[in-house]
């Protein structure tokens, strides 16, 4: 059996050994990179799934715009959002008294409170406002008050409700003649508005 000449074998193993050491630092590098690109590309793709969902967070929004843009701009026409509108208040009560023919009327307007909105209610960044008006009224007759709120309803001035009402004989005898003043009647009638709150913006 013939002797094996290391001396002979060193120069050639030399360079099997540096070839795998070549090889096997690149493929560690290669490794490294296909690392770097699958986690590059989960970044992106993370990315691209963040614009999907905001693109369609603003389509929804979009929706909905359209949707209640209408109503919006309608509400805001007849007063219920934004400031209130004391004055166009007591006009529209003027006007209704005198088309129903009262023969007296008086009212006092409150300040402007804040109003507890229902549980749930989405006010859209607006805060919910509420105003009483008390208004003292002499009538012919009970049917006057009735008319004097459809006048009122019908007249759109805003959103109101009547809060409390209480009518009272002015005099033992009804006089049926225009201008008589045969009951008295006290009601508050409570305005609500919405206006933007703070940080609403």
Not at 76 to 86: L, N, P, Y
Not at 100 to 119: F, K, Q
Not at 142 to 163: N, Q, T
């Amino acid at each position: 059996m013939r002797r094996i000449d290391w001396r002979m074998l060193r120069g050639p193993l030399g360079l099997v050994a540096g070839a795998a050491a070549i090889g096997t630092a690149v493929a560690t590098g290669a490794l490294q990179l296909q690392a770097e690109a699958l986690r590059g590309y989960d970044r992106e793709k993370n990315r691209l799934e963040t614009v999907r969902a905001r693109y369609r967070t603003i389509d929804e929004q979009k929706r909905q715009i359209e949707t209640w843009l209408p109503a919006y701009r309608s509400l805001r026409a007849a007063g219920v959002i934004g400031e209130e509108r004391r004055l166009e208040w007591i006009e529209t009560l003027r006007a209704a008294a005198a088309r129903v023919g009262l023969p007296s009327l008086r009212y006092r307007i409150e300040p402007r409170t804040a109003h507890e909105a229902g549980a749930g209610l989405d006010t859209g960044g607006h805060g919910a406002f509420s105003t009483v008006v008390h208004v003292e009224v002499g009538l012919l007759h009970e049917g006057d008050l009735e008319r004097l709120f459809r006048e009122l309803r019908s007249a759109e001035a805003g959103l109101f409700h009547i809060e409390r009402c209480g009518i009272r004989r002015s005099g033992p005898d009804f006089v049926m003649r225009p201008g008589a003043i045969n009951l008295s009647a006290e009601c508050d009638l409570r305005w609500f508005t919405f206006a933007r709150s703070e940080g609403g913006q």
